[in-house]
């Protein structure tokens, strides 16, 4: 057997094999959904991809004897070093045979062009940023991944620590069913009496308006940036990434799970939770035709999960119970018109007060994601 090697993907042909070798790698194994292929090719090209008016990467293929057996990429965000500071270089959409000499290469190298771009520090996997997929799964392989959520063979851990990288910092993610009641329903009553004292306070919860969607999405953003700013490794989104990221959403998106809440007219928080596509997406096998369309289609009739993207309140508005409203409001949508629960979305192990609310709420650990770095 030769010895694995590293080069840039170079042209058209090249980007379809970078797409297509989870596709091989992952034919056997019934816990990964296989995303769209030309959803990947538009997000992964500079020119249609907002991410790269601010930042610059380089894709790699690894082969050996003519069959591409890994790839990964680097990147170099200046939003990521104007919010985050740092010397930080990132790498993301990881994928390699079970082999410690083609996982090497490929760290190598990514190591390797961030270095001489002056980073110190290399972190991952991003797929860009913290803002898209995120994270390698290291618990919860059998628990099934939902839309925007990677997931990883075990072996990608071994591979990964065998080369030296550390943790950084974890994700979990949050499984709970809104639907599961006893006399009530299963969220701690303090939840209850802070959505009444929002109530107190005119906060009023209503969904998004579709007919208006392009100044919901940006009440949104501004929610969103502000109210995860302060947490690690984010980056605002830009108007031009908020607009890419809604275009790509809005065919699944559901108005009666897309919250805004408002005081006085005010937005002071949002919430923007999707129906679990990747159900869909399961029987599409990465492609529209000849049957994908069907199956996307008829979504609604076997879609039984969600998963929570975002959910934030402005800094000012935080004691008003704001959260407690949008929780709350879940709730009543989960019994009105289902899905019944899913995915919370992930939460960095040290944000002590959502991780409490989701204990709060009935909520379980299902999965953990990492984040890993090493010095350069």
Not at 116 to 129: Q, S, Y
Not at 212 to 217: F, G, I, K, L, R
Not at 285 to 302: D, E, N, Q
Request: glycine share 10%; proline share 5%; aromatic share 10%.
């Amino acid at each position: 057997m030769s010895t694995p090697s590293v080069r840039p993907v170079a042209g058209r042909r090249d980007v379809n094999r970078f797409i297509e070798l989870p596709f091989r790698l992952r034919r056997d194994e019934p816990r990964w959904v296989p995303p769209l292929r030309f959803e990947r090719r538009t997000f992964l090209d500079r020119s249609k991809n907002p991410f790269f008016e601010h930042a610059e990467a380089q894709y790699f293929l690894c082969e050996r004897d003519g069959e591409v057996v890994g790839r990964i990429t680097a990147q170099v965000d200046r939003r990521w070093d104007e919010f985050q500071g740092g010397d930080d270089g990132m790498f993301g959409f990881f994928e390699c045979e079970d082999d410690p000499e083609v996982a090497r290469a490929l760290i190598e190298a990514a190591s390797g062009w961030l270095a001489e771009r002056g980073r110190g520090r290399m972190l991952g996997p991003m797929d860009f940023t913290t803002n898209d997929e995120v994270g390698l799964l290291i618990e919860g392989y059998d628990e099934p991944s939902m839309i925007l959520e990677p997931w990883h063979p075990p072996h990608y851990r071994a591979l990964l620590e065998g080369l030296g990288l550390v943790k950084a910092i974890d994700l979990y993610m949050w499984r709970l069913w809104l639907g599961e009641l006893r006399e009530g329903d299963s969220f701690h009553p303090l939840i209850h009496a802070a959505s009444e004292k929002s109530r107190e306070e005119g906060v009023v919860v209503r969904g998004m308006r579709k007919r208006e969607m392009e100044v919901e999405v940006a009440r949104f953003r501004d929610v969103y940036n502000e109210a995860w700013g302060d947490n690690w490794g984010f980056v605002p989104i830009t108007e031009a990434e908020v607009a890419f990221q809604a275009k790509n959403l809005k065919p699944v998106l559901d108005e009666n799970w897309a919250m805004i809440a408002e005081r006085d007219g005010e937005v002071v928080g949002a919430a923007l939770t999707l129906p679990d596509v990747d159900q869909a997406l399961r029987r599409m096998k990465g492609r529209l035709l000849p049957v994908g369309w069907w199956h996307f289609l008829r979504r609604k009739s076997y879609i039984d999960r969600l998963r929570v993207f975002a959910l934030g309140v402005r800094h000012d508005y935080q004691h008003l119970g704001v959260a407690a409203a949008l929780y709350e409001r879940h709730m009543q949508v989960a019994k009105e018109h289902g899905p019944r629960g899913g995915h919370m979305g992930w939460i960095l192990e040290t944000n002590e007060a959502m991780n409490r609310a989701m204990e709060g709420m009935g909520g379980e650990i299902v999965q953990r994601y990492r984040i890993y770095e090493r010095a350069l």
